[in-house]
């Protein structure tokens, strides 16, 4: 089944503790991408990557590392969490172009104390 | 800028009846995607139907079907014949040609179907 799978779903996690939040897709696409939902403020883009080694910052990229070292992974880094990273987060892939449909993992809920 | 705009923040509908969903659109890349996306209170984001900006006919998936004017640059959803299950939120977005593959999104519509 083609889908993205994220890990953790749930993380309930202290401020100032290193997390992971890991992805994977097994549609083979280059395009992947991080969003967070926020109340108010709705999805926002972190990071994207458009292939192996290439990443770029979205548009709320501060607090948060990526890499992309295989066409699959996708992991989002929080070195130092703090509490205004408490949000809902979604990993998205697609194949490159305008006119592709993004597809989402099933989001992991952060909360950081 | 791109932005996306859906003034309804809640709606009902009977069951079995139809429902429109507005959208509206701008942008400036000459080349670009619309796309409607589903989120039920469970959390996960569902694609449901796309429409290309050069695509000359309304987009349809099963019982959603996409009202594109491109000169009103707006991009309605239609759900027909509504189940209880299309209760969700319901959220418009855009991906550009130039925008590095990033979806925009609206602020969603609250739909709720009522028996």
């Known amino acids: 089944e083609a889908q993205v799978t994220q890990n953790p779903r749930y993380l309930i996690t202290v401020t100032g503790k290193k997390l992971t939040v890991t992805c994977s897709q097994n549609?083979?696409?280059?395009?992947m991408s991080w969003y967070r939902q926020d109340p108010g403020l709705g999805l926002r883009q972190i990071y994207y990557?458009?292939?192996?080694?290439?990443?770029d910052k979205g548009d709320v990229p501060e607090g948060y590392k990526v890499s992309r070292k295989e066409k699959r992974n996708f992991p989002l880094i929080l070195e130092s969490p703090s509490p205004n990273q408490t949000s809902l987060y979604f990993c998205?892939?697609?194949?490159?172009?305008?006119?592709?449909?993004?597809?989402f993992g099933d989001g992991t809920r952060l909360s950081i104390l | 800028a791109q932005k996306i705009t859906q003034t309804q923040p809640g709606m009902f509908v009977q069951e079995k009846e139809a429902v429109t969903l507005d959208c509206t659109y701008d942008?400036?890349?000459?080349?670009?995607?619309l796309f409607w996306y589903k989120q039920p209170s469970s959390g996960e984001m569902i694609f449901l139907i796309y429409?290309?900006?050069?695509?000359?006919q309304n987009a349809t998936e099963g019982r959603y079907s996409l009202n594109f004017q491109k000169a009103r640059k707006s991009a309605n959803l239609v759900i027909s014949a509504s189940q209880l299950g299309d209760s969700a939120m319901y959220f418009c977005?855009?991906?550009?040609?130039?925008?590095?593959?990033?979806?925009?999104f609206g602020q969603g519509t609250e739909l709720s179907v009522k028996p």
């Open positions: 998205a892939s697609s194949v490159t172009g305008p006119n592709q449909p993004q597809h």
């Open positions: 549609m083979n696409h280059e395009y």
């Open positions: 990557s458009m292939n192996v080694e290439v990443t």
């Open positions: 942008t400036s890349d000459p080349s670009y995607g």
């Open positions: 429409q290309g900006s050069y695509d000359q």
């Open positions: 977005a855009m991906r550009g040609y130039n925008q590095g593959g990033k979806l925009i």
